[in-house]
């Protein structure tokens, strides 16, 4: 499995950015799959999953309301993150990443990761 994620970069809070993460190799239909950040100093965070199983999605309660999780068929199967209203907290190294996702108990037992992509937001 290789995961590829794009889409970060610097944005004002308020502002939205979309995350795009295209993963080769990945069994869709068996396994979770979704966005992990890391800001420093902190805990790294599951933010968000889909379970390919059954389509379930999970957000944590900092994003709940502001982010959405989705899957893009249109070309190569593609996972996105679409952040709106987004705060100074939320800026970190998003990854993609595969692993067990269930809507009661989050995101976890995570098995691969992308490189990561940047996000920052200015107050």
């Known amino acids: 499995v290789q995961l590829v994620e794009s889409g970060g970069g610097s944005v004002q809070a308020g502002g939205s950015l979309r995350l795009s993460c295209t993963a080769s190799g990945f069994a869709w239909g068996y396994y979770g799959i979704g966005w992990v950040r890391q800001a420093p100093g902190k805990e790294r965070e599951g933010v968000s999953c889909?379970?390919?199983?059954?389509?379930?999605?999970?957000y944590a309660d900092s994003v709940k309301g502001r982010f959405t999780i989705s899957r893009d068929n249109a070309k190569a199967p593609t996972l996105t993150l679409q952040m709106n209203s987004l705060k100074p907290e939320d800026t970190a190294v998003y990854y993609c990443?595969?692993?067990?996702?269930?809507?009661?108990?989050?995101?976890?037992?995570?098995?691969?990761w992308g490189q990561g992509t940047q996000v920052t937001v200015s107050s």
């Open positions: 990443v595969t692993g067990v996702c269930l809507v009661d108990m989050g995101f976890a037992l995570y098995h691969t």
């Open positions: 889909i379970s390919t199983s059954d389509g379930v999605t999970y």
